[in-house]
């Protein structure tokens, strides 16, 4: 199992660091191009700045295999920036010209909408599924989550807001999990990854067993 983190800008050093707690060096990917995408069966699309990775990605020529990844049903972890990224829509904020995204999240966000950097904020965040009580959910410049379509579930909360939703194998955040020291989000993703790659690895094993077995010539 390979887990990569997108690695053109943002807050790589730390999900690579938090990944480490967890994975082997071999396991763990730094991903900045097409080849490297290719290999992996997870990925992170961190924090940071959602105009310039957009663009960094069309410069990596990363986009449209990204897009087709998505699609597949590669798990991710999309945190702040990355979630701006994956959503469907994108409600006009006041940050200039909004990015293009892959529309893979069915929900509507609005970017920064908790305030500039020094409003950013820790509050504790009631995540479904994950045990050992209120994670230390950690807001910075962070998009707010306006509406939740049929296709997402909200799994994660922070009072009334809704801080993270999941679609299939793409788990979405507002906050950033990789500046805490609890690593239970990261956790569930890595165990995601490997309960994704185990199903594909069975997929895989039957196709071949079921497949006609080619004529022999004599």
């Known amino acids: ?11 790589v050093p730390e999900h690579r660091n938090e990944l480490r707690r967890l994975l082997d060096p071999e396991e763990i990917e730094l991903v900045r191009t097409p ?6 069966d997870g990925l992170v699309l961190p924090g940071g700045e959602s ?3 957009a663009r960094l990605l069309a410069d990596a020529g990363l986009w449209q295999p990204l897009a087709e990844r998505l699609t597949a049903g590669l798990p991710v972890l999309a945190t702040c920036a990355g979630l701006i ?23 509507r966000i609005r970017r920064n909408d ?36 049929e296709k997402a579930v909200p799994i994660a909360f922070s009072g009334p807001e809704i801080v993270g939703v999941r679609q299939g194998s793409i788990l979405g955040l ?25 199903k594909r690895t ?6 071949v067993k079921t497949s ?3 004529t022999r010539v004599q």
Do not use: K, N
């Open 85 to 107: 990224l994956l959503a469907r829509e994108l409600a006009p904020g006041t940050g200039g010209a909004e990015p293009p995204t892959f529309r893979a999240l069915d929900i």
């Open 51 to 53: 105009t310039t990775m």
């Open 35 to 40: 080849g490297a995408l290719a290999q992996v």
């Open 1 to 11: 199992m390979i887990v990569g983190v997108l690695a053109l800008q943002g807050d």
């Open 202 to 207: 069975r997929v895989t094993a039957r196709r």
């Open 114 to 149: 908790y305030g500039r950097q020094r409003e950013s904020f820790e509050a504790p965040v009631e995540f479904i599924g994950v045990p050992g009580g209120p994670f230390p959910g950690v807001f910075i410049r962070s998009p707010r989550i306006l509406h939740v379509g």
């Open 174 to 198: 507002t906050f950033h999990p990789e500046l805490s020291e609890d690593d239970r989000i990261l956790r569930e993703f890595v165990r995601l990854v490997s309960a994704s790659q185990t």
């Open 212 to 214: 006609p077995t080619a």
